[in-house]
């Protein structure tokens, strides 16, 4: 045993005690397991003492029972050597100690036997090992804690402290280790859980678990367990959001999709979430609906904004274990455009004075639009051009006012367009029509047609003879046009016009209310007044003209020769008288005018026609040929006069010419002019019939009114005293008027009972008294008052 060193040698102390037990015929050794081929065991020879002669000569050998040589004897030395490696495990496996080798030497000459066993020492040359390299465990998630979960073993083919000692298990979050001995000297390892599993957490769990010997060095083993956590419906499905937020616009078409909701379970067991509604109304039912499976929610009728502006749907989701989350969806409604502004006429006169001044109110409006935000901004407007304008009040109200002034005879009536747009897009707009009537204001006075009027009116017209038609125009409208004409009063020749002249004031008609002499008044102007009816009422003047026109009413007077039917006046033509001897001039005037007064002279009659002729412009009577001693003293000539009117008139001179050289001769000629003196005594005896027939009348005529004055007196008294109601008979008593005779003359009658005071005055047209006619040469010239005043006895001849 010295041969291995120190360390043998103190062993070799320990077996030497052993040694001296065993020395009586038995030798131990012990040695390590593994040890290499042709290592010493140990020294026989030194071992029992032996010299080594007697190696030699015992010829020592080794034998075995079993056939095994697992040791060989040098016979040199007595050195006992291996002859191969021993493995204790294989030997003896768990048996200790493993005296597994042993044999006897054997000695001859003499025979001496020793029994040597040699026992193996294990070394730690084996790790445990574990049956798997790997473990897999599937383990409820709600398993119990303090389930136990046991595990295979690790084995150590060593013994002793080289065999397996302890286990490790990391990590130990949620299993601890167990390890218990079992009944054949096992160690049986388990897990314990001891905080609980989640799959939703974890659901794989990687743990090592290490197996350790008590060898020096230590071996080892590991296996890797793979926990598999199982699952088990213990979440409920939780919605992504706990509220859903989201919009649609109104009118959305069907099928419109307006969201998604989802959930999810962190089950692993779990899809197939169900979403349904919860608690919906029945609009909102009527509206949306959701898809079970998807959790999309569509539009599935009409959505109006101005219904609903926001849904709140609650909504569900559930698992198929029953379990459920619930969330909501606020599905706000976006406008859109659809409701056309709303006017709505709040007040309005649908007539306004014309004389409004700007800015009075005619109509209140008021604006609606049940659309909001944008589509809600209404503006409104009116026509351009027209003389009104729009201005807000209030929020949604305006005012129609007049912008400017109003004239209702250049526009009776506006139709007045309100247009109300809004401002969505495309805007839409909707209109009204106000219908606007301007009542009337006299602001206008009646306009004559003309600036002024002249009429032209024939004299000797009939009363009531129209004369013209004057007419004004009011522009105003009913009364306020309700013309009515006026004249204005003035004097003409001292009388009022009204006497001359008179107007229908109705209808503008001016009448002459008398007829007009040309010869008195050849024209006269009057103002006429056009008023109209409204209050305060306005007028308007114009200026009538009315020219009378003559006509030829006068036929011709004779001036001279004066024409008297008593007085013979005679114009003397010498006999030496030349050819062209101016006898005389007719001198005639007419009163009329322009042509009715244009004189013509014509020889009518001549006793002589060779004689004399008459200038045909000049009235002139000249010879036309030497006087003769045969030509008649008494000529007699009669001229007429005539005017140049249509008819005309003429009048008719006669002259007496006396062709002598004395005046003598002349007298004793125009004595015998008795005829004519006859005819005066015939006129004077018509005359004093006519007044007699006249005064006879006049007496009846007052006869008969007072026999009517008694028979009403007594009437009357007959009436009182019957109190009876009896009808008035009316009397009109004879008219007597003034005899004016309308022409030329005028006469006076003026009746008394005494005929022989009736007195008649014969007036003369004024134009005679103011021409006095000359006479120029031996003219008989009759004073003016003795022709004209005769009182019943007319004188004839007063030379
Ligand atoms: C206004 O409208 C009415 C009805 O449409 C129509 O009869 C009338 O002539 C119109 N007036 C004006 C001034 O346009
Ligand atoms: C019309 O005539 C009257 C009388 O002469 C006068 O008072 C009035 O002012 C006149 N009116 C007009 C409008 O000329």
């Not at 509206?287 to 499976?293: M, T, V």
């Amino acid at each position: 045993f010295t041969l291995r060193g120190p360390l043998f040698v103190r062993r070799s102390v320990l077996f030497l005690t052993l040694l001296v037990h065993i020395a009586r015929g038995q030798v131990s050794y012990s040695i390590p397991e593994e040890m290499e081929k042709g290592s010493i065991v140990g020294n026989i020879a030194q071992d029992l003492g032996l010299d080594l002669q007697r190696l030699k000569s015992g010829k020592v050998r080794i034998y075995s029972r079993d056939s095994t040589e697992y040791i060989e004897l040098n016979r040199n030395t007595g050195s006992l050597l291996s002859r191969e490696k021993m493995d204790r495990e294989s030997l003896c496996a768990k048996t200790t100690p493993c005296a597994f080798v042993s044999f006897d030497v054997i000695f001859e000459n003499p025979m001496e036997l020793y029994r040597v066993s040699v026992d193996i020492q294990d070394i730690n040359d084996n790790s445990p090992v574990f049956p798997k390299s790997k473990i897999e465990q599937k383990i409820s998630e709600l398993a119990v804690l303090g389930a136990r979960f046991p595990l295979e073993s690790a084995i150590d083919p060593d013994v002793g402290v080289n065999t397996l000692k302890k286990y490790t298990l990391q990590p130990t979050d949620h299993f601890k280790l167990n390890v218990q001995n079992g009944a054949g000297g096992n160690k049986n390892v388990e897990m314990v859980l001891h905080s609980p599993l989640d799959r939703e957490k974890k659901q794989h769990h990687n743990l090592i678990l290490t197996a350790f010997d008590g060898g020096k060095p230590q071996r080892s083993a590991t296996v890797q367990i793979n926990i598999i956590v199982l699952d088990v419906n213990d979440n409920a499905p939780v919605f992504s959001q706990s509220s859903y937020k989201t919009s649609v616009v109104e009118n959305a078409p069907k099928t419109t999709i307006v969201t998604k909701i989802s959930a999810t379970d962190a089950d692993e067991s779990s899809h197939g979430i169900q979403y349904n509604f919860e608690h919906v109304t029945y609009t909102v039912k009527a509206l949306f609906s959701i898809d079970a499976d998807s959790g999309e929610v569509k539009v599935i009728g009409d959505i109006d904004y101005e219904k609903h502006k926001q849904f709140t749907v609650k909504v569900k989701a559930s698992d198929h274990g029953g379990l459920t989350d619930s969330s909501e969806i606020i599905i706000d409604v976006i406008d859109v455009n659809d409701n056309a502004p709303k006017i709505t006429i709040m007040s309005f006169s649908s007539a306004v004075s014309e004389d409004a001044i700007p800015g009075t109110v005619i109509a209140m409006i008021n604006v609606q639009d049940l659309d909001s935000g944008d589509n809600n901004k209404i503006t409104c407007s009116i026509d351009l051009n027209s003389p009104f304008k729009i201005v807000s009040s209030l929020t949604n109200y305006y005012n129609l006012v007049t912008d400017s002034e109003l004239d209702r005879e250049q526009t009776a009536e506006y139709n007045i367009t309100i247009t109300a747009v809004d401002g969505g897009n495309p805007p839409l707009s909707s209109k009204e029509i106000l219908n606007l009537k301007l009542s009337d204001v006299n602001d206008h006075a009646p306009q004559f047609e003309q600036e002024s009027y002249n009429a032209f009116i024939a004299e000797n017209n009939p009363p009531s003879t129209t004369i013209l038609t004057v007419k004004a125009i009011d522009m105003d409208w009913g009364q306020n046009a309700k013309v009515s004409y006026f004249l204005i009063d003035g004097d003409l020749n001292g009388a009022p016009l009204a006497s001359y002249i008179s107007i229908n004031s109705e209808s503008g008609v001016i009448y002459a209310e008398k007829s007009f002499d040309y010869e008195q008044l050849k024209s006269f102007k009057m103002q006429v007044k056009a008023q109209d009816g409204g209050s305060p009422l306005l007028s308007n003047n114009v200026t009538v003209n009315i020219i009378i026109q003559d006509q030829n009413d006068n036929a011709p007077q004779v001036l001279y020769p004066i024409q008297t039917g008593a007085s013979v006046v005679a114009e003397i033509v010498p006999r030496a008288a030349d050819v062209g001897y101016l006898v005389t001039k007719v001198v005639a005037v007419d009163v009329d005018s322009g042509q009715n007064a244009w004189l013509s002279y014509k020889l009518q009659k001549a006793t002589d026609r060779a004689l004399f002729e008459v200038g045909l412009q000049n009235g002139e009577i000249r010879t036309v040929r030497q006087v003769t001693d045969k030509d008649a003293v008494k000529q007699k000539l009669a001229v007429v006069v005539e005017d140049n009117g249509q008819p005309s008139r003429s009048a008719v001179v006669s002259i007496n010419v006396a062709v002598a050289d004395s005046f003598p001769e002349v007298l004793s000629e125009f004595t015998d002019f008795t005829h004519e003196k006859q005819y005066i005594d015939n006129l004077t005896f018509y005359l004093i019939l006519a007044l007699a027939v006249v005064s006879l009348l006049f007496i009846v005529s007052i006869i008969s009114i007072i026999s009517v004055k008694i028979y009403r007196w007594r009437q009357n008294k007959l009436f009182y005293q019957s109190g009876a109601n009896l009808p008035v008979i009316p009397y009109y008593p004879p008219v007597y008027a003034d005899g004016t005779l309308q022409h030329v003359y005028n006469y006076e009658l003026c009746g008394t009972t005494d005929s022989r005071m009736s007195d008649m005055k014969f007036i003369r047209p004024y134009s005679q008294n103011t021409l006095v006619s000359q006479s120029r040469m031996g003219t008989v010239q009759r004073e003016k008052k003795e022709i004209t005043n005769f009182r019943g006895n007319i004188p004839l001849i007063n030379s």
